[in-house]
């Protein structure tokens, strides 16, 4: 068939950040496939450069607005691995809490407001208004709102957190805050599965593809790893040392986006919560076990469409971690006046590596007299750019019969799938001040 | 006939576009009073038709001149949206260096000359590219001031940004100084309007909403003497949010 | 020694916000974001900030760090004990403490003030108030009232007929003003320009500055508003019988003087007076105010009318005078009696008082024969939320209609 067409997407909608698709066939052969990242670049690097122990995880959480509290946290948790720091058990729990806050608030509204509409077939969540499904909607809404005043109250502030520090925290919240907070999450749950059902109903427009590839998180033997665990691939298992993430993190410069590129065993390898749920499915608690079979999704999935139904399967799991976290801190007898710790140093090396709600940061910091002298971070979303790149080039053959229009659209929905937080990846590095 | 609003970003974290959709269930009353007819984070509908503009993130190369004049001409009202838009704010800190070495350190010897997608240079304002009619400050910008000003816009009154610094809102909050804390914080020269929420959550003040007067510099030194502060840790918090070239 | 302590003063008002006893308040209209419902509330607001006396058309009467920072010691220490008998200090000391400069301790202010001279002027900031609130119910509390008719007199002037909803007539004094709200917009003071006999309603000339103003010229007949008020003192006609009166203008000025001048020459009160004169001087010719009513005082022999204007632009046909209103004073004869016998009111821009009082005094006019009004920025209207203060002066209670010796020697009278 002799088909001459072009697809240029530019600045996907229903995204975090700039991406273009782009996308040229001539004659019903594909002449190019195109995921290009246009996001302009920040530096980062030069921002943290020289500055104060206590000012980068102010700096870093401005990275993104979505995900502000994980880098904040991978900050803070690589600036305390230099210095020597070691937080209380409370501030453990309570970072615990904030990383289900930030991964409750980001797949809500991933799922709800940019993944959703293409499910039920509209150009975004406004036009759901005065409809049968106003009422899913705001159920959506609800639990989005849970979500921020969770972050609110634990850390302050949702966008960009004020009370994590290094150390600990600036203020904790009391007892009675604490229980009330789980008894809004208690009231919650059949909020949440009444949101799951409705996802599966429209779960048949979710395109069945496949792709074979390398799935990379952190996996712990406690827990479902979040904020603490061990690199672990699909591919060659538990990675022994966390510092040495380079060896499995290698990325290189392409011209069609201003972020990088990563690969380890193949070409490319996919972070986030699909990634998470191939390798801790086991450690789910038991309601979010009940949703995952609700979707029939088992590891390993390949299909990087079910990494939004793995956010719904994690923000099921969130609450009961939540509800069981706050019930830890409550008979521990939380102290609402634990101030944070103090530095042991004034120098070190310190890497922080976090799940966020779309994949695996790492932070790693040298700092030299309590300034920063090396940072380099290496983001969620860059990992995740070579996959996409690989992802198209082997759906588009598949879907090259469709209407233009079909074609631009499942595309699309492939991009938004990964939930890519775009801004953030155009920051990564490895610079060296002198 | 409601305001059409267009929502526009640029080099920015969407931090200050995701406190609108933080409006929660207030964005169905948002949707009442105005049209939004492109909201690119959330939104596939676009127009170009619209009366107001509201743009987040700052302009870092040619390319995104180019598009923030465009938008300047379709719009009758143009209003900045949070300290990256408004001042810069921290993508500012960057223009300490210049743009070539800043490039160099990040991209090494990679290939990029002729590609306009790295084509920085220092990093700008709004303000420094085309005129701009309101401004809502803060990193990020507060939901309940965003409220006021778009109200005040249906309204056809003037938005009334606070001109009196944060420790008017931090006293009303009944919040213990943080200067008696020990640490240094910024709030007697910084903008009021976010309710003073960092000291309220025993975090210092960055400026992040603008200062506004420059007090004098024997005034600064008396007072970080009486409560044994440094004046190196002053220098480089204030640099934060708004970095301004020593000329 | 201000300027000295004030140079350190980074305007926070630190020192207001955490005072017992500062109770300087604002009020803010705040609307919902339906544009459905909103609320009028009260906040604190400091006398330390520079805005605190701005008005809508953007002027502020206390700028410089160096005249509120004094303000809030002579308040303290001075206007509030003359009023109300006691120091207004506790000695907490709190403000002491916030203040990051040190400079807000009331007993380093007070001892280093004790090594002046004591000047005897400070009896003069307080003005034995006159006024009475008759019904205390509607201070606070807008009562309904419509647009009956409204008329553009210049390009920035729009001129309102307002009749109260329950058809009560506003039993104003000439002299006094009203604030008018408009729900969500806001609450802003204007001048009764009618006399009080024009009941049930009442007149009122607007010039667009600010929000509430502007959005008044967007309104039509018919269209709701609230209003509070008489407030003010008014004129003290009882004062004025017998003697020859003088009425000189400037601009926007003419608003207010109209309600004194209307009530002075309605029929059944003209002959309570003696001479009558009436000086008005514009910027332009196209920013005349009621040119029509003021032909009529030229053409009646009961009253001499003189009318200038400061220049005339070239497209503008004018025939009258051109020249600043100092020009029309050597217009009027007055030998030493009938000067001593004459009471002159001066209305007009902050610029022009000094002139006009001066030629006035040239006049041989004595000053305890001159009165003024005066614009501050009238809040509450009653004397509480302390931002029309001149000195330890509530504009909204004591005036705004002053003898000029009253606050001839006040500071911050005219700037």
């Known amino acids: ?152 109250l634990i850390c302050g502030r949702t966008v960009h957190p004020i009370r994590l520090v290094v150390g600990g925290f600036s203020a904790v919240p009391t007892e009675k805050q604490l229980i009330n907070l789980k008894k809004n999450l208690v009231d919650s749950i059949e909020t949440t599965k009444n949101v799951a059902e409705v996802i599966l109903s429209v779960a048949d427009n979710i395109p069945d593809f496949t792709r074979e590839t390398e799935y990379i998180g952190l996996s712990s033997e406690d827990e479902y790893a979040f904020y603490d665990g061990s690199i672990t691939s699909t591919d060659t298992g538990v990675h022994s040392d966390n510092n040495d993430y380079k060896s499995i993190m290698n990325e290189f410069v392409v011209p069609q986006s201003t972020a990088k590129y990563a690969k380890h065993a193949r070409d490319s390898y996919m972070v986030g919560a699909l990634a998470r749920f191939n390798l801790n499915s086991k450690q789910l608690h038991p309601l979010a076990k009940e949703i995952a079979n609700m979707f029939g999704l088992k590891p ?88 996409i790149q690989k992802d198209m080039e082997e759906f588009v053959p598949q879907i090259i019969d469709k209407s233009k229009k079909e074609i631009e659209l499942n595309l699309e929905m492939l991009v938004r799938a990964y939930d890519p937080c775009i801004s953030c990846s155009t920051h990564y590095l490895d610079v060296k001040f002198v | 006939m409601k305001p059409r609003v267009a929502f526009f970003d640029f080099a920015s974290c969407e931090g ?67 300290a990256c838009a408004v001042m810069g704010g921290i993508n500012k ?36 590219i085309v005129p701009v009619d309101y401004y809502i400050y803060g990193c990020p910008i507060d939901r309940d001031e965003f409220k006021r000003v778009i109200t005040a816009l249906s309204l056809g009154k003037k938005p009334e940004i606070p001109t009196y610094p944060v420790c008017v809102e931090c006293k009303k909050n009944e919040n213990v100084c943080l200067f008696e804390l020990g640490k240094f914080c910024l709030g007697p020269i910084t903008r009021a309007g976010c309710n003073a929420i960092c000291p309220t959550n025993g975090s210092a003040c960055d400026g992040c909403r603008g200062i506004l007067k420059k007090p004098e510099v024997e005034s600064i030194i008396e007072i970080l003497e009486r409560y044994d502060l440094t004046y190196e840790e002053m220098k480089s918090r204030s640099i934060l949010y708004n970095y301004r070239k020593e000329e | 020694m201000w300027g000295e302590k004030s140079d350190k003063c980074l305007e926070c008002s630190s020192c207001t916000m955490v005072c017992p006893t500062c109770f300087c308040y604002d009020v803010k209209d705040e609307v919902s974001l339906n544009l459905k419902d909103g609320r009028r509330i009260r906040t ?20 410089d760090v160096r005249e509120r920072f004094r303000h809030r010691f002579y308040r303290k220490g001075n206007y509030l004990p003359e009023r109300y008998g006691f120091v207004a200090c506790v000695g907490c000391g709190r403000c002491g403490i916030a203040c990051l400069p040190d400079i807000a301790d009331p007993c380093d202010v007070m001892n280093d003030l004790s090594h002046f001279e004591k000047s005897d002027y400070t009896s003069r900031f307080f ?42 007539s506003l039993c104003h004094k000439p002299g006094q003003f009203v604030e008018v709200s408009i729900f969500g917009i ?32 967007t309104m039509s ?28 203008s400037g601009g926007i000025g003419l608003v207010p003087m109209r309600s004194i001048i209307n009530y002075v020459l309605e029929k059944e009160n003209r002959k309570r007076f003696k001479d009558v004169t009436i000086l008005y001087g514009a910027r332009q010719p196209s920013e005349v105010l009621f040119m029509g009513e003021i032909e009529e005082w030229k053409k009646s022999s009961d009253v001499k009318c003189e009318l200038t204007v400061d220049q005339c632009v070239d497209d503008e046909t004018w025939s009258g005078n051109v020249g600043l209103i100092t020009t029309l004073f050597p217009k009027i004869r007055l030998d030493k009696y009938d000067s001593k016998n004459t009471i002159a009111v001066v209305i007009g821009p902050p610029v022009m008082y000094k002139f006009a009082i001066r030629s006035l005094e040239t006049l041989g006019i004595p000053d305890e024969n001159i009165f003024v009004s005066l614009e501050r920025r009238m809040k509450c209207g009653v004397g509480k939320c302390g931002h029309c203060q001149i000195n330890g002066i509530y504009v909204c209670k004591e005036g705004p209609v002053f003898n000029y010796c009253q606050i001839k020697n006040l500071p911050e009278a005219f700037e």
């Open chain 2, 16 to 82: 200050c576009q995701l406190q609108i959709a933080n409006l929660e269930e207030e964005i169905l009353d948002l949707i009442s009073i105005v049209d939004v007819v492109s909201f690119r984070e959330i939104m596939k509908e676009h127009s170009d038709k619209y009366d107001i503009a509201i743009i987040e993130g700052s302009i870092m190369r040619p390319m995104d001149e180019k598009r923030i004049c465009k938008i300047r001409s379709r719009a009758k009202i143009l209003v900045a949206l949070g």
């Open chain 3, 186 to 217: 806001g609450e802003a003071p204007i001048s009764v320009s009618s006399s009080p006999s024009s009941s049930p309603s009442f007149e009122i000339v607007v010039r667009k500055v600010g929000n509430v103003t502007t959005k008044l010229f």
């Open chain 2, 93 to 128: 800190i960057r223009n300490q260096w210049s743009a070539e070495e800043v490039k160099r350190e990040v991209y090494g010897d990679a290939d990029i000359k002729d590609n306009d997608f790295f084509d920085a240079f220092q990093t700008k304002a709004i303000n420094e």
């Open chain 3, 221 to 248: 007949t018919g269209d709701k508003l609230g209003i509070r008020g008489p407030f003010g003192n008014g004129f003290d006609v009882k004062s004025f019988e017998k003697k020859h009166l003088l009425f000189a």
């Open chain 3, 44 to 63: 604190w607001d400091s006398c330390l900030l520079r805005d605190f006396t701005k008005i809508g058309s953007g002027e502020v009467f206390r700028g």
């Open chain 3, 127 to 168: 003005i034995e108030q006159k006024t009475e609130t008759k019904d205390k119910t509607t201070i606070h509390v807008p009562r309904s009232a419509t647009i009956k008719h409204m008329e553009k007199l210049t390009e920035t002037e729009m001129f309102f007929e307002i009749e109260l909803d329950d058809k009560k």
């Open chain 1, 300 to 387: 390993i999935s390949y299909n990087p469409f079910m990494n939004t139904i793995s956010q719904v399967i994690e923000f099921v799991h969130n609450i009961e971690d939540s509800i069981k976290i706050i019930d830890q801190l409550v008979e521990a007898v939380i102290d609402d006046t634990e101030k944070p710790e103090k530095i042991n140093a004034d120098e070190g090396m310190g890497v922080g590596i976090v799940e966020v709600p779309r994949g695996i940061l790492v932070h790693d910091y040298i700092i030299k007299d309590k300034k920063c002298l090396h940072a380099n971070c290496i983001i969620p979303t860059n990992q995740n750019h070579a996959n």
């Open chain 1, 1 to 152: 068939m002799s088909k001459n067409f072009n697809v240029n997407v530019e600045h996907v909608t229903r995204v975090e950040g700039h991406g273009n698709i782009v996308l040229n066939v001539e004659k019903g052969k594909i002449e190019k496939i195109q995921w290009q990242v246009p996001e302009a670049p920040r530096f980062f690097e030069a921002m943290l450069r020289g500055r104060q122990y206590t000012e980068l995880r102010s700096i870093t959480s401005r990275i993104c607005g979505i995900c502000s509290i994980g880098h904040s946290l991978a900050s803070l948790k690589a600036t305390e691995n230099a210095l020597d720091v070691n937080i209380s058990e409370q501030t453990s729990l309570l970072r615990h809490l904030a990383i289900n806050a930030e991964n409750m608030q980001s797949h809500i509204l991933h799922v709800g407001y940019l993944a959703a509409p293409d499910l039920f077939g509209v150009d975004s969540v406004i036009p759901l208004v005065g409809t049968d499904h106003t009422d899913a909607l705001l159920k959506i809404i609800k639990l989005h709102r849970l979500s921020n005043k969770m972050s609110d």
